[in-house]
């Protein structure tokens, strides 16, 4: 190849990519990509669990460092599997995290993840952590997502009641046109019964 010509190129998920295959830096810090995953795990070592929840949600490989909560500008949103191929063993990888664990039989824990994207493309979003006790993933899943509308409406300038339900404050949301899509991953697990440590986690895994 010649030289100076760019070597870059783009995988077949449209993020751009070195000649290794994997991302490359940018100029501006700012995530092009993301991908969502949760996972669970079991081990007597509290420590262990932890790791074990990251390996079952794909992501044990990377070196995450956590940041908060903002949906970036134009960010694609990806597969887990195509997100994953884009991870080298090693690499520093900004992440939202969500992380739940006990050691107490039979106890229910979660963790999930919120997302809210405004209709706007050149606008941010919002993303939001929740971890918790007693909780399905299901209800701890809708409360994570109930969390990130309620961030991007107030940005928005969207004035909604509070104590209305989740599912009606939903819909009142996505009837102004700004919000184009609000969702989540969760993950929920028991206790393990013999007093072993368990682990779930919920992530949103930044690609630059």
Not at 31 to 36: D, E, G, H, L, T
Not at 188 to 205: F, I, Y
């Amino acid at each position: 190849m010649a030289k100076g010509k760019d070597k870059s190129k783009s995988s077949k998920s449209g993020v751009p990519v070195g000649a290794n295959g994997f991302p490359e830096m940018h100029e501006l810090f700012v995530p092009k990509a993301i991908f969502f995953t949760n996972g669970v795990g079991t081990h007597k070592d509290h420590l262990s669990s932890f790791e074990l929840a990251l390996r079952d949600a794909g992501i044990e490989k990377a070196n995450l460092v956590t940041v908060s909560s903002i949906f970036p500008p134009k960010c694609r949103e990806l597969s887990r599997k195509e997100g994953e191929k884009l991870i080298k063993p090693g690499q520093i990888v900004h992440c939202v995290m969500a992380r739940q664990a006990t050691n107490e039989p039979n106890r229910l824990i979660a963790a999930s993840i919120g997302v809210a994207r405004p209709s706007d493309s050149n606008m941010y979003g919002y993303l939001s952590e929740h971890h918790s006790y007693g909780e399905t993933s299901k209800i701890a899943g809708e409360y994570a997502e109930d969390l990130a509308a309620t961030m991007l409406a107030t940005t928005l300038g969207i004035d909604i009641d509070p104590e209305k339900a989740w599912s009606e404050r939903e819909q009142a949301y996505k009837s102004h046109g700004l919000i184009l899509r609000t969702r989540n991953v969760a993950q929920s697990a028991e206790g393990h019964k013999k007093g072993l440590w368990s682990t779930v986690v919920a992530l949103g895994v930044f690609i630059f």
